[in-house]
């Protein structure tokens, strides 16, 4: 009896120790991926984008980037989110953000050089640099953006902020002053065919109609109706917007533009 119960655990115990070593290797690398915090910070990040708290999801596309720099989506969320802090910032520091924004943009389409999203963030920071050029160096920008954009649109034509981007470049080279005009013939020929006011609205209504609930596109949406002479559908858009709830720090100023144009046009 003795002879049997040492012979099963000459079998047993290698065995034992085999299942303890593995049970205890797969125990530590469960632990790791539930401790790899990257996945819950992008879906942390992306939850606060749409929520259009723009500062805290840049914090958390930074932390990943300062564990992975070359992370495609962090930098293209960092690009977009970046953007959209400098644009509430003023001075130097609004300058560092687009700069910023810029980088990470340029470092994401590197990456991928075809995808909807690296093309949508080097328009949107294109844009932000544009803010603080000059008039000759805004036609530029402004002929670059318009690639970007239209390739993005192509890859992904669901993307509202790709639509409202566009509708605001449409709106500006229609309505541009003499100074981006006159740099835009001495320098590029002229302003593009593609900025005219029907266009910006059409623009702007399909990122209504992607994203109803954005104060800031119907807005837009609004103004670039007014200015194209359609008062009665502005008025309706002004009326709609002002019914929304205000969800950025740009939105009580624009909820009281819009009740104030809507009371002009009745």
């Keep these: ?23 205890g290797a797969l125990g530590a690398q469960a632990s790791f991926l539930q401790e790899d915090p990257i996945a819950t910070w992008l879906d942390e990040a992306r939850r606060h984008v749409e929520d259009f708290e723009y500062q805290a999801a840049l914090r958390l596309y930074e932390k990943v980037l300062e564990r992975q720099p070359d992370h495609f989506q962090a930098l293209c969320g960092a690009a977009y989110s970046g953007g959209m802090v400098g644009k509430f910032s003023n001075g130097e520091e609004q300058e560092r953000l687009y ?50 954009l239209e390739k993005a649109l192509e890859k992904n034509p669901q993307d509202h902020r790709a639509w409202f981007v566009l509708g605001s470049w449409r709106y500006r080279i229609a309505t541009a002053g003499f100074l981006e005009r006159t740099a835009a013939n001495l320098f590029f020929g002229g302003l593009p065919e593609e900025g005219d006011l029907k266009m910006a609205v059409e623009a702007y209504r399909k990122a209504v109609e992607l994203r109803p609930e954005s104060i800031l596109y119907r807005y837009e949406l609004a103004r670039a109706l007014q200015k194209a002479g359609l008062n009665e559908e502005a008025r309706e858009h002004y009326e709609k917007a002002a019914q929304l ?9 624009l909820l009281a533009r819009c009740r104030y144009q809507a009371d002009q046009l009745r």
């Design 1 to 23: 009896m003795a002879r049997k119960t040492s012979r099963t655990a000459w079998i047993l115990g290698p065995l034992a120790a085999w299942l303890w070593l593995t049970l």
């Design 99 to 148: 700069q910023r924004s810029f980088e990470r943009a340029r470092q994401a389409l590197e990456l991928k050089p075809e995808d909807a999203e690296s093309n949508f963030a080097m328009a949107w920071a294109l844009g932000g640099q544009a803010l603080l050029a000059g008039a000759r160096e805004k036609v530029k920008l402004a002929d670059q953006m318009r690639i970007y």
């Design 245 to 253: 709830e205000p969800r950025t720090p740009e939105d009580p100023t």
